[in-house]
């Protein structure tokens, strides 16, 4: 099968990472993290764009697209210490929601199928539904518990007429039984929407959704330690869903529905990594990147940065399994390992 390529910009792999093709599956076997592009935007709700987010994230960096980079945090190089492979994107078309959903899924299917850990580069949410549909066609429904930072719930029923949207995946992966709704876990939700009967289904669901004010109140790291808890009960696996606009419009202005008095992207960058460190991330997502309301790329830069603080977890966590060790971030830079 002939590939097509990235379908909204220069074709390239992530910070130059191997290229690997999933029509052959040899090409990818024994990989530890596959990232996988679904520029998608067909369901946004306001503004539209990111489309162009996936390769906005795979190519804002100003050093080199070497494949490799070490953590200063962590002190690893994912893209060398994992075997990170790049799978290039999966041709969508926005006026096919179900044929992109689809094609979507099937591929993150295969990803997960093979024993890595598929990175999806969005698109708007809207994707959160196939992406985490397929981890769990591996894992099994119901298995895998999810973390999801957003704004926004993303649990209404039907908008604009139809099922599919950026505002409804999370009400269709309950709803199908790939993820358990007294296991999601929301942290950023804020903001005026959703009303009293969304939220009472929610919690219907036995959800649990951290909106701004607890957190502020509570601290961050408190609200992510009881979360932890929670995932980790009666599930084989973690999916982490993070939609770029949790966090405040100052630190992310290139996203389609931006709400103000969200996360900080150091507050959003040190919980994606402690997420990935602490809990066994079967996969992730970063979505809603619309580069064509960013500004001097910082939007695109927070979504770059997020994968590789993912990716270095990920490669600390494994080592550190290995050796017996643990990781310490009190530890100074120039004090070793």
Same mark, same amino acid.
């Given at each position: ?21 999933? &029509? ?10 596959? %990232?996988? +592009? ?14 162009? +987010? ?24 994912? !893209? ?17 929601? =179900? ?65 599919? +949207? ?24 804020? +903001? ?5 009967? %969304?939220? &009472? ?12 004010? =607890? %957190?502020?109140?509570?601290?961050? &790291? ?7 808890? %929670? ?27 931006? =709400? ?24 992730? =997502? ?21 994968? !590789? ?25 120039? &004090?070793?390992?």
């Amino acid at each position: 099968m002939s590939r097509y390529g990235q379908m909204f910009g220069p074709d390239i792999t992530f910070l130059g990472v191997e290229r690997c093709d999933l &029509d052959d599956p040899a090409g990818y076997a024994g990989a530890d993290v596959v %990232i996988l +592009g679904a520029p998608f935007d067909g369901g946004t709700s306001h503004r539209p764009g990111a489309r162009f +987010g996936p390769n906005a994230i795979r190519q804002t960096c100003y050093l080199p697209h070497d494949g490799s980079r070490p953590s200063l945090a962590l002190r690893v190089d994912a !893209l060398r210490d994992l075997r990170v492979l790049d799978a290039g994107d999966v041709e969508t078309y926005a006026g096919d929601i =179900e044929g992109s959903l689809r094609a979507i899924e099937d591929a993150v299917a295969r990803i997960a199928a093979s024993g890595a850990v598929p990175v999806v580069l969005g698109g708007d949410h809207t994707i959160a539904l196939p992406d985490a549909t397929g981890v769990a066609r591996h894992h099994g429904f119901g298995r895998v518990s999810m973390i999801h930072f957003d704004a926004h719930a993303d649990t209404g029923d039907i908008e604009f007429g139809h099922l599919h +949207g950026h505002g409804q995946p999370m009400r269709r992966l309950i709803e199908s039984g790939a993820i358990r709704g007294d296991r999601f876990l929301q942290i950023g939700l804020r +903001g005026y929407w959703p009303g009293p009967e %969304i939220l &009472d289904w929610m919690a219907g669901q036995r959800m649990r959704s951290y909106e701004m004010t =607890e %957190i502020v109140a509570r601290g961050l &790291d408190e609200c992510l330690t009881e979360a932890y808890a %929670i995932a980790l009960d009666d599930c084989d696996g973690v999916y982490l869903s993070v939609d770029v606009d949790v966090c405040d419009p100052g630190h992310a202005p290139g996203t389609g529905t931006p =709400e103000p008095g969200g996360l900080s992207a150091r507050q959003l960058l040190d919980a994606v990594r402690r997420t990935c460190y602490e809990l066994p991330v079967v996969g992730l =997502e970063i979505v809603e990147v619309a580069p064509p309301y960013d500004h001097a790329d910082i939007t695109a830069y927070l979504g770059n940065r997020v994968v !590789l603080e993912a990716l270095s977890a990920i490669a600390r966590r494994r080592r550190d399994a290995a050796e017996g060790t643990r990781w310490d971030p009190r530890r100074p830079l120039l &004090d070793g390992r």
